[in-house]
């Protein structure tokens, strides 16, 4: 992997690549995204990934206005009416043997990039209409995966199935604290797998940790003859959930193949602006009993806030809507100025510390949430009553 990412890396800078200009991928899944992803970072560049399954309608558009300098892709997906300015590099074509002349054997010289300096931008489902791309800096990605790598407990045992797509902010959080860990990876390509093929690749493979939607896990646990045959036998020790309100008969089912004590039931909670998951809650057996599901606590290089419509913080018990803090905010929206000032507004809670490190910014989620008595918060839905599906707005 290192190997192909420094090759990659060497290919880009001789074809001009320089360190904080954007580099496009629209790939189908596979480790070659992975290879991408390391040799954009190893030269400096940013990384923006795109779908071809839910971005090959507006993906020139998005070119168009974004300052791409080149498009990693597959000759296999077609396209049409992009910018002139954009290199395209279809990857089949390069010669892995022809690029050995770069010394892959070692890492390229450390570019040295301020920690401010853009990581990535993740474009959004587009709630409003029109995707926006969301700038995150290596700072904020660099606290979170440490923090993640922290919280999840990967180690070089695990073996870490990663099932959202890249161009969801999700897969890096697993992808990069999997393999800081020396954990094996694995990167499932972009078909719907039935209930029988997860079952069957978990299995095979020893799966040790993953990522669900709460619609999917659901499906996986009413999977009838399947699912009692491979519950209780399960080598998953991890499941995190997100992108979707968490249904409290998940719980039911957990503890009716027993799985608490083996394997960890997480609800998480995040958005792109503040760098993928911003609080989360360990759930357990007596859980079964809410009726809403926390969405937890803060994750460690976050800040929660519950305010009310003046901007002030809101009683225990009582709704309002949730502000982000924190190392772990975007810089804002790629080209909307006057978007990124109307959600990242200025953090008057702001401590004498964070104000010498520069935190001193809220995001607004636009979600409606209220503190519960034992410190966790609950999630109650949007302010503008928009839903979530498989994670799209």
């Known amino acids: 992997l290192n190997t192909r990412a420094n090759q990659l890396a060497g290919y880009l800078r001789d074809r001009g690549l320089a360190p904080h200009q954007f580099v496009a991928l629209y790939l189908e899944r596979s480790a070659t995204q992975l290879i991408c992803l390391l040799a954009i970072f190893k030269v400096g560049a940013v990384y923006v990934p795109f779908d071809p399954v839910h971005s090959a309608g507006n993906l020139c558009d998005i070119l168009t206005e974004m300052p791409a300098s080149f498009l990693l892709t597959q000759q296999t997906l077609p396209l049409t009416g992009l910018p002139p300015a954009v290199t395209v590099i279809p990857l089949e074509a390069l010669e892995w043997g022809a690029l050995s002349s770069h010394d892959a054997g070692d890492n390229p010289p450390a570019i040295p990039l301020p920690a401010d300096a853009l990581a990535y931008v993740i474009y959004t489902s587009g709630s409003t209409g029109r995707p926006k791309g969301v700038m995150v800096e290596h700072r904020a990605l660099c606290a979170h995966i ?145 009726a809403v599901l926390p969405v937890g606590q803060a994750c460690s290089v976050t800040s929660l806030y519950v305010l009310d419509e003046v901007g002030q913080p809101v009683p225990v018990g009582v709704p309002g809507e949730l502000y982000l803090g924190g190392v772990g905010l975007a810089r804002g929206y790629l080209n909307q100025p006057a978007l990124t000032a109307e959600r990242f507004v200025p953090n008057s809670f702001a401590t004498e510390s ?40």
Request: with cysteine.
């Open 146 to 290: 440490l923090a993640m790598r922290d919280v999840c407990q990967f180690t070089d045992r695990d073996r870490v199935l990663v099932l959202a797509s890249f161009s969801v902010d999700t897969s890096l959080e697993h992808l990069l604290a999997g393999l800081l860990s020396g954990a094996e990876v694995h990167i499932k390509n972009a078909a719907w797998w039935t209930e029988a093929e997860f079952f069957t690749y978990a299995s095979r493979h020893a799966i040790t940790v993953t990522d669900l939607t709460p619609v999917y896990c659901r499906q996986l646990m009413h999977a009838g003859d399947e699912a009692k045959h491979y519950w209780p036998k399960t080598t998953l020790r991890l499941v995190v959930l997100g992108g979707e309100s968490l249904p409290p008969d998940l719980v039911t089912a957990w503890n009716h193949f027993s799985l608490f004590g083996r394997c960890a039931l997480v609800n998480a909670y995040g958005c792109t602006e503040a760098t993928i998951t911003s609080a989360c809650y360990w759930l357990g057996e007596e859980d079964d009993k809410r």
């Open 354 to 393: 964070e104000r010498a490190e520069g935190l001193t910014r809220l995001y607004r989620t636009g979600d409606r949430v209220r503190w519960l008595p034992d410190g966790t918060l609950a999630y109650l839905g949007r302010l503008d009553s928009q839903i979530k599906l498989r994670g799209f707005r």
